[in-house]
């Protein structure tokens, strides 16, 4: 059940004091009877017309983020842009947050959602969600750097990584970076710890999802069902 005023701003077509006022004007209909009280709680099957015309599901939103470099992972900073201004507006009033924070400076795969309880889980240590990383250092990642991130490495500042794999790519210093936790700066401070700072850092996967090049930087899109679900089983 859901406030009626909060189930029309959830469309992001009308802010919430937009809603009242449709509302109050009884230009709304809940199930084919005029309602006139936006603090009406309404059931998320129930059809609600604005004018005559439905208004669509009150179904979470799921959408898929290419972050560029030089924006911030946060809903919203006094100063700074955030990944929610890549959004057309109406997807800004539906209280979107990104699941998980990627760096001002790394790109890739952000998962943008409003619903709150599967964000919580698949933030949750013990849902062991894969985040794997694309990484270019500065020297040459060899195989005992794959052994010391399956091992867990132990940071010079005290944290203790869960075991990781890291599997080289031609060239030296550039590989895919799997971890099942996401600890502030994370991989740059297993990169460091192994003397070998990040020049580089985009996220390729989440969970169950990949990240969609055509997106180009910048490019977002609804999850498909089949990524939702996949999302669910995780
Ligand atoms: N680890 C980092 O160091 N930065 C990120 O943005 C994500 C993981």
Partial sequence: MQRLDKRLADTGRWSRKQARQLIRAGRVEVAGQVCRAPEQKVDGQAPVRVDGTDIGGAGPVYLMLYKPAGLISATRDAGQE??????????RRMGLFPVGRLDKDTEGLLLLTNDGPLAHRLLSPRSHVDKVYY???????????????????ALPDGLACLPGRLELLEGGGRGYLTLQEGKYHQV?????ALG?????????GF????????????????????????LFGQ
């Fill in 196 to 204: 070998k700072p990040v020049r580089y850092l985009k996220r390729v």
């Fill in 207 to 230: 969970g169950p999802l990949i990240l969609d090049e055509e997106l180009g930087k910048g490019g977002w899109r609804a999850l498909t069902q089949l990524e939702i679900q996949a």
């Fill in 82 to 91: 955030t990944v929610l201004h890549l959004l057309p507006q109406r997807y």
């Fill in 135 to 153: 990484v270019e250092v500065d020297g040459v990642l060899d195989e005992g750097d794959c052994r010391a991130v399956a091992a867990g490495l």
């Fill in 188 to 192: 740059k401070r297993m990169m460091l």
